[in-house]
């Protein structure tokens, strides 16, 4: 039988309080379930790693079912997929929106932005003018919008 001694558990608490630190300091780490061809779902993991989003892809060819299993109206179905802190991302979802999501954890199943919308995170073409779009929230009855934005930036 092991003893523990005052020098053990001060190192667990010290131990304990550094875990909890580098993640309050650290934002948590998303999955991102995309098709294998998809070149803008790579566009979108790039800006959400630019944010400071630790990003793992899955590529699958069950993109739809991942969407299904996931609770993600179809309504609202785009390209791929990420999950993050309990939370359903989908789409070109901007990473303000994220941060708000997580800030504020608001009692939904997640964020989306239905299509491909010109000029969102990972949709940017030369020459093409962004477009004003939704990210809605949705889970937790009919979704709603939750934020707006043109391009990147809020509107």
């Known amino acids: 039988m092991h003893r523990i001694t005052r020098r053990i558990a001060l190192s667990l608490i010290a131990a304990a309080a550094a875990v909890g630190h580098a993640r309050a300091g650290g934002k948590p780490r998303m999955v991102v379930h995309k098709d294998p061809s998809c070149g803008c779902c790579e566009a979108w ?20 079912a991942v969407k299904a299993k996931l609770g993600v109206p179809v309504a609202l179905r785009s390209c791929h ?9 989908e789409g070109h979802v901007p990473a303000s929106a994220i941060d708000r999501l997580l800030a504020e954890r608001p009692k939904v199943r997640g964020l989306a932005v239905a299509g491909m ?30 934020l707006r934005f043109r391009g990147g930036a809020p509107a």
């Open 45 to 64: 993991v790039d800006h959400v790693r630019a944010a400071g989003y630790p990003a793992e892809t899955v590529e699958t060819d069950a993109i739809i």
């Open 81 to 89: 997929t990420a999950e993050i802190d309990g939370y359903v991302l």
């Open 117 to 146: 919308p010109i000029g969102s995170p990972g949709m940017e073409l030369e020459g093409r003018e962004a477009e004003t779009y939704d990210v809605m929230a949705f889970g937790d009855g009919e979704p709603r919008t939750f």
